[in-house]
């Protein structure tokens, strides 16, 4: 027998797109009370309706949340988020570019703002629970009482990177339906709702960046004299060539140095040294490490930290998972040990752990091992 979800109320996260649509119909025949909400985060104007078009975050996305909530006969809220959203991710994302870190603004908008808000919207209309269209799943243990945020159906879709700074709080209030579907099923849905946005495209990008790309953008925020040019150098010490700005490259990247060196496309960026606003280079063999440093750790599930955790550990979005052993210090501050070398470590990208499907915690990249001694 299925369970009886009938009076029950959910705040549905509605981005305009196909997976929260689906979302909102699926809990609508499942029984719940469902209400929708569309959080505006970013300030369109005319200019940005026609560049960002049917993206995520535009004008057009809250229009479709609207007329989809129309179609399945529920409620549709906005919120309105534009001036945290500029402080807590937009700001930050400018402030760790400067600070030559790579941030990921998307971990950072679901830990500071959109779950914050949608809990406090649930609240002021008595709902329940709060649901989104993420490729997750929620695992609701009734005799531990502890909820588990476990890995999509769908690995290409999976988003559970992304969530590791949700709390036991507010995992409990919870749903994903989702989780436990592949993308083609959810179009297929999608179809069979009725939906008119059933055949829109995924946002890839960030949803505040247009075309002009990301070191465009920080560009128009922030004086020349916060981002002044600088010398390429290698390890030795030995000047390679200019660069137009430190916030223009990330580690790892090898396009775009313009080195005056034989074999150019033999080096990469391997670090910053912000003192005196150099970019260094080397040979990609300098990309590998086996230790890293991470603050601002959040784990789900609760952990000894009194002892070595043994783990995988996901430096990046679509990295390969990697055996590792982490180590708990006070105020947040964990030593993530991995097995194997590890390429491309990046100061402010996130690193989240796993066993198996599940996750179990997440930080926040801060600094790789000896390597930074050198630099």
Known sequence: MGVDHQGKKVLVAM?????????AALLKTQGYYVIGVHMQ??????????RFGGRCCSLVDSNDARRVCDKIDIPYYIINAQDIFQDQVVDYFVHEYLQNRTP???????????FNYLFQKADELGCDWVA?????QVIQDPISQTAHLCKAVDAQK???????GLTQKALKRTLMPLGSLTKMMVRKLAQEYGLLVAQKADSQEIC??????YSAFIEKRVAQTLRPTGIIRTLDGIPVGEHEGLHRYTIGQRKGLQLRVKDPDQYFVIGFDQKTQTLVVGPEKHLYHKELMATDTNWIRPVNELKGLRCKARIRSRHEEALCRVTCFEANRITVEFDELQRAITPGQAIVFYDG?????????ESTDAL???I
Do not use: M
Not at 158 to 164: G, H, K, S, V
Not at 208 to 213: A, R
């Open 132 to 136: 989104t269209g993420h490729y997750s």
């Open 357 to 365: 499907d599940e996750v179990l915690g997440g930080a926040f990249i």
């Open 158 to 164: 999976d988003q559970t990177y992304f969530l590791f």
């Open 208 to 213: 505040f960046i247009g075309e002009e790309g």
């Open 41 to 50: 985060l970013w300030n369109h104007g005319q200019e940005n309706v026609e």
């Open 15 to 23: 981005s305009g797109g196909v997976d929260s649509s689906v979302t």
């Open 104 to 114: 990921n603004p998307c971990v950072q908008c679901n830990n500071q703002i959109k």
């Open 372 to 374: 930074a001694e050198r």
